[in-house]
C-alpha cells in the first residue's frame, strides 16, 4: 500500500537513507556499549557494569525506534551486520583496554560522532525534505546522546 503522509516519495527515501545510516551508527554503539558491559574489568567493576547495562538498554530503545521510524516513512531498514558495517560512520573496533576510562572514552567518543551527524541533518529533513516529524524525532535523539555524553564526560574528569 502506499505511504501517503505529506512527503514525496523522493524525500522519504533521501530521509530513509539518512536514518539508515543512524541506525547503522547506533547498533554499532549498542553493540559497543555490550562489549563494555561484558568485558569490563578493575576496581569500579561494579558500579560501571551497571551503568553500562542502563546505556545498552537505552541504546536498544533507540535502536528499535530508529528502525520504525524508517518504517513510518515507507521504507524497509538495513537489518543485517552486513549492511550495518556497510554504513556506519563508527568502528567497530575499541581502542585501549578493558578499564573504565578507556571503554568510556570509547562510548565517548561515539555518542559526540552521532551528535555531529544528526545535528549535520536535523535542518536538511525540515527544510530540504519537507520532513518536520523526523526532524523533531532526531532532535530528540541527539538530546539523549547529548545527556550521555555530559555523563560520559563528567567520569573523565
Known amino acids: 500500500m502506499k505511504t501517503s503522509i505529506g512527503i514525496s516519495e523522493a524525500n522519504r527515501k533521501t530521509v530513509a537513507e539518512q536514518l539508515g545510516k543512524l541506525l547503522a551508527d547506533e547498533f554499532v554503539l549498542y553493540t559497543k556499549t555490550l562489549n563494555a558491559h561484558w568485558n569490563l574489568e578493575g576496581p569500579d567493576f561494579h558500579s560501571v557494569h551497571l551503568y553500562f547495562e542502563d546505556l545498552y538498554e537505552q541504546s536498544q530503545e533507540i535502536v528499535d525506534s530508529v528502525a520504525e521510524r524508517i518504517r513510518q516513512l515507507g521504507h524497509y531498514a538495513p537489518a543485517s551486520l552486513k549492511d550495518f558495517i556497510k554504513l556506519t560512520h563508527l568502528t567497530e573496533q575499541l581502542k585501549g583496554g578493558n578499564n573504565s ?33 523526523t526532524s523533531d524525532f532526531v532532535t530528540g535523539l541527539m538530546e539523549k546522546h547529548e545527556k550521555t555524553a555530559w555523563m560520559l564526560r563528567a567520569h573523565l574528569k
Open 101 to 133: 576510562l578507556d571503554l568510556i572514552k570509547n562510548l565517548l567518543g561515539d555518542h559526540e560522532s552521532i551528535i555531529e551527524f544528526i545535528r549535520g541533518n536535523v535542518k536538511e529533513f525540515d527544510e530540504a525534505h519537507k520532513d518536520a516529524g
